[in-house]
Every structure is written in structure tokens, then in C-alpha cells.
């Protein structure tokens, strides 16, 4: 018989009744298939969450949980091309932008393959020539470097992967990245580049944020005043929704790739907002970045739950979240090259996942989104590590690791998997005051010093961790990995009920920033404004 979601619910809190007293520690020594147990695997691709406060019991309770949110039927209404983002009235197909036209992806009765393939084809086109020196300036010159101008989904995905892929990018130009409408950003990055050999790819879904519009005027006028305004039209391309205003811009049409609206920003990284990825690896290493995506899409799609890996990991994420109240994930990836994915995860998770209401409008009965943050290893073990150890509240962790290297320095590889699996190890398992004593004493010190340094030496342990290994770092592999998290946010978000495609939270910021940017001026009335903001704008204007 189905379960209420309610009912899931209790079941779980009884669970964790029996689970929270038990400490990992027991569970291995208890099971030794524990690992086999809870781990799952799809090829080379592994998720160990044998390091979760979790059972046999509490696993199926939380399949149950996904069977009674019914994540397969709307995973299915995904996949179908429903409008399943119901606040904006939009399918969420991103899952079509790396599909194969077999698949048969539709969307409001039309085949989306027919939409898709041209654009794909055009801005791979564009990025090879880019690469290859055929696309140039004025004078025939071929772009030694491309700057990027975007802001959240338009630059984090594209920020990340470039430098994930650093390995693949062979000959072809620099590819730079600016966001922040803090003019340093821009300032910065084009300090040592030449106008004359720059090309600048304006990339925002709207073509109306407020940062790249201002960015992309600016970096205009750098062009223009290097060039002249005829010859800098060569120095620029786009990649929009929004074909009105990349021609009120000035953009030629054959410099624009489109995209559509039932693509989300946070999930746009394989439509034409990939084109900066693309000039950077080239257009055959960009599609072998899209069968991965395709390879996890296709698993997600088919695989039953009890092995579907972006089903696991978010129901050890509800388990995390919503069972045992831990209200952050660190995800650690111990690979410098994915140093910027815990970023580019916090939207594609927080954006989605950070909401009050369910998708009908009411307050959610459950908490939602965690807090994503995270570094890479072992780096991360130099900066908060201590707290996660032995600080006062439970941080969980998502560990990535490649059983390969990323570079030639193959020993550091062996030394940053001790670190890893150090990490899990200490965190699962921890050190007992009585290990510590032992220790301490057999090493010779004194009895009463030891006893003084016993609670600052004492690790809990039984703080939870799961692992994710795969064999290396590829265009595919970081398909499949970025797919995975894509597809956990979605379940998720079908488990807590509300809609993770739409973004109303970031709104009132947006338009509270252009009420107030005429108020910086020298003489604006501010009487309208509460005292704080009045008072720092004041010292504002007496401080500049
Ligand atoms: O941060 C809000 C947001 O709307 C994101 O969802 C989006 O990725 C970003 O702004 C940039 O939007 P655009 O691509 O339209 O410039």
C-alpha cells in the first residue's frame, strides 16, 4: 500500500529515535557489508554513503518517502515536457539541450531536437572557428583572448567547468570571466589584455541584468575607444533568450545563440551559455561534456530507485536535512581544478531549493534547501575543517574524488587520496578520550598533563559523510557528475514539494537596487528611505 507523505515522515523520525544514540563506529563493527551495502555504483561512478547515520530500515523508509512524493511520476512530467514550472507557466527540458533527437524530447507539441540541433551545431561551429583563428577582428586578426560577461547562471557554470577542464583546452585563446558589476571585475581582467585582439561574449538568458548590461556597455566603450565604434561590432557575440535587445546592443543576428525559456538559468551550462567552455575545450570535447550529461540523464530516467544514484544522494540529503536537522552540506571536492563546483552548486541548489512555500502556495511543513558551501581538498582541511571535527554542530560532507590524476605530479595524487580518505575516516570514526589517554601516556607524557589535554584531543566522530569516486576528470565525467547533482535538487525539491524553477527571492533586491541607485547622487531626496538606509548613505556621500 502507498504511504502518505506524513506518514513516511514519522516512520523516519522513529528511525532516527533508534539511529541517533548509535554511533558508526558500531554500525561497521556490526556489519561488514556495510559498505556494499550502502554504496552504489553506475560504471566507474561510485556513491559511498556507507558513512551515513543510516540503516537498512531507514534507507527503504526513505524509498517510501520518494514513492509516496511520487519523485517518478514527476520525474516523468520532467521528462514529458510538462510545465512543471507552474509559478512562470514553463516546461524544464535542460535535459534536451543534451539529448540525442532519438529521444523524442517535446515540448507544447513540438519536437525540441528540431530546436536544439541547429543552435548546438551554430555555436560549436562558432567556437572551433573562434579556436581555429577564422573568426577574427576587422583587420583579419585572429581573438586572443574571450571574456565572458554573465552573472549567476550565465557565468558560475561555465566559471567552473572551464577551469575543471583546464587539461582539454589545447591551442586556442584565453577565456576570462567577469560578473560583478563592481567595475574592479572588469577593470581587472582587461588590465593586461589588448582591445585589439579581445573578444567579448555577452551571455544573459534576459539580456536585462542589471551587472552585465552595465559590464557589457563598459567593456563597448573599451573596445570602441581602442577602435572605433564600425570596427568593435567584430569584437562582440551573444547568448540570449532575448533576440530584441542583443540587436538594440548591436550584436549582429549570426553572432547570437538563443536558447528558450523552459531552460532555467542555473540549469543553462549545456545550452549556447556553455559557448565560453566550448571556445575553451573545443566543440568534440564539449560534446563528449554532453553525452555525460545524457549518460546520467538516461540513468536518472530509468534506473530503479533502490540504484539510482541522484535518488540516493538526495534522500541521504532529506535524511541529512530533514531527520537529523543538520542545516548545511560542505561539498569537497579533492581536486583544485573543481575548486569553484561548490559555487556553482549553491545556485543551482540554494536557487532552487531555498523557498517557504509548496509549489500550491502554502508554508512547506518541512525544512528545505540545506546551506551549499564548500572548497576544494586539502585545501578545506587548512581553513574550517576544525569545526567540522570538533565543533559544536554537525556539517555533512560531500567528498569527490578521482582515482586517477588530474596532473602529471602522480605521487601528490596518492597523497591527496590519503587526505580524502584520512577526512572520512576521522570524521566517521573519530578518537575516544580513552585512545587518546593510551596514547599520550604510552608516548611518555605526564599523567596529569595528559588528563588536561584528553577533551581538547577527543574527536566524536560520527559525523557523517558520503563519497563520490569515479575514475578521472573529463569532459564526461563532469557531465555526469554535474547531471547527478541537477537531478539530487530535483528530487528534492519533488520531496519537499515545491518549485525548483522558479527564482522570485532574488527579485526584490534586483528592483530595490535600481529604486536606490539614483539616491547615491549628491542631493537625492531621501526622506522616503527608514533611518538606517538614509544614515549609510549619508556616510556614504560624506566618506567618498
Ligand atoms: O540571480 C538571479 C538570476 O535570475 C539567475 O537565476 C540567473 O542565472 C541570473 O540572474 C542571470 O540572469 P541572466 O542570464 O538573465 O542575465
Not at 113 to 125: C, E, G, I, R, Y
Not at 240 to 263: H, K
Not at 313 to 322: F, H, K
Not at 346 to 365: C, H, I, L, P, Y
Request: charge should be negative; hydrophobic fraction near 40%.
Amino acid at each position: 500500500m502507498t504511504q502518505t507523505i506524513e506518514n513516511a515522515w514519522d516512520v523516519l523520525a522513529a528511525d532516527w529515535d533508534r539511529l541517533q544514540s548509535k554511533h558508526l563506529r558500531e554500525m561497521f563493527d556490526n556489519n561488514s557489508d556495510r559498505f556494499e551495502q550502502f554504496s552504489s555504483s553506475l560504471d566507474d561512478l561510485t556513491v559511498d554513503f556507507s558513512k551515513e547515520r543510516i540503516d537498512a530500515d531507514a534507507l527503504k523508509h526513505l524509498l517510501d518517502l520518494a514513492r509516496a512524493a511520487d519523485v517518478e511520476g514527476n520525474r516523468d512530467a520532467m521528462f514529458a515536457g510538462e510545465h512543471i514550472n507552474t509559478t512562470e507557466d514553463r516546461a524544464v527540458l535542460h535535459v534536451a539541450l543534451r539529448g540525442s533527437p532519438a529521444d523524442g524530447y517535446q515540448v507544447d507539441g513540438q519536437a525540441v531536437a528540431d530546436l536544439v540541433q541547429p543552435v548546438l551545431n551554430a555555436f560549436l561551429q562558432f567556437a572551433d572557428d573562434v579556436r581555429a583563428g577564422k573568426v577574427t577582428n576587422s583587420k583579419g586578426v585572429a581573438f586572443t583572448d574571450v571574456i565572458n560577461i554573465g552573472i549567476g547562471g550565465s557565468d558560475l557554470g561555465p566559471v567552473m567547468a572551464t577551469r575543471a577542464m583546464s587539461k582539454f583546452v589545447g591551442e586556442g585563446p584565453n577565456v576570462f570571466f567577469v560578473s560583478n558589476v563592481d567595475g574592479a571585475h572588469l577593470r581587472d581582467t582587461t588590465r593586461d589584455l589588448n582591445p585589439e585582439t579581445t573578444l567579448f561574449l555577452i551571455a544573459s538568458k534576459s539580456f536585462t541584468t542589471q551587472e552585465t548590461m552595465i559590464n557589457a556597455q563598459a567593456a563597448k566603450e573599451w573596445v570602441e575607444n581602442s577602435i572605433g565604434v564600425e570596427a568593435a561590432k567584430a569584437h562582440f557575440a551573444a547568448v540570449s533568450t532575448n533576440l530584441v535587445a542583443t540587436n538594440a546592443f548591436g550584436i549582429a543576428p549570426e553572432r547570437v545563440f538563443g536558447f528558450w525559456d523552459w531552460v532555467g538559468g542555473r540549469y543553462s551550462l549545456t545550452s549556447s551559455i556553455g559557448l565560453s567552455l566550448a571556445i575553451a575545450i573545443g566543440s568534440e570535447n564539449f560534446r563528449a561534456f554532453l553525452d555525460g550529461f545524457r549518460d546520467m540523464d538516461q540513468h536518472f530516467k530509468t534506473a530503479p530507485l533502490e540504484q539510482n544514484l541522484p535518488v540516493l544522494l538526495a534522500l541521504i540529503g532529506i535524511w541529512r536535512r530533514n531527520v537529523m536537522g543538520c542545516a548545511t552540506v560542505a561539498l569537497i571536492p579533492y581536486n583544485q581544478r573543481l575548486e569553484n563546483f561548490s559555487s556553482y552548486l549553491q545556485q543551482m541548489d540554494m536557487e532552487s531549493n531555498g523557498k517557504r512555500v509548496t509549489k500550491e502556495g502554502a508554508d512547506v511543513a518541512t525544512k528545505t534547501g540545506p546551506v551549499i558551501w564548500g572548497d576544494a581538498g586539502t585545501n578545506a582541511q587548512h581553513s574550517f575543517f576544525q569545526l567540522i571535527h570538533q565543533g559544536t554542530d554537525i556539517v555533512p560532507i560531500d567528498f569527490m574524488i578521482t582515482a586517477q590524476p588530474t596532473s602529471y605530479l602522480v605521487e601528490q595524487h596518492d597523497l591527496l587520496t590519503a587526505n580524502f580518505l584520512a577526512q572520512s575516516h576521522a570524521l566517521a570514526f573519530g578518537k575516544t578520550g580513552e585512545e587518546v589517554r593510551r596514547e599520550m601516556l604510552e608516548a611518555g607524557g605526564d599523567p596529569k598533563a595528559v588528563e588536561a589535554l584528553v577533551p581538547h584531543r577527543t574527536f566524536p566522530g560520527n559525523r557523517p559523510s558520503t563519497s563520490i569516486l569515479y575514475r578521472s576528470l573529463t569532459p564526461y565525467s563532469l557531465g555526469r557528475l554535474i547531471a547527478l547533482y541537477e537531478h539530487k535538487v530535483f528530487v528534492q525539491g519533488v520531496i519537499w514539494g515545491v518549485n525548483s524553477f522558479d527564482q522570485w527571492g532574488v527579485e526584490l533586491g534586483k528592483v530595490m537596487a535600481n529604486r536606490l541607485a539614483p539616491m547615491l547622487d549628491e542631493g537625492a531626496d531621501l526622506s522616503g528611505l527608514n533611518s538606517s538606509t538614509r544614515g549609510l548613505i549619508e556616510k556614504i556621500h560624506t566618506l567618498k
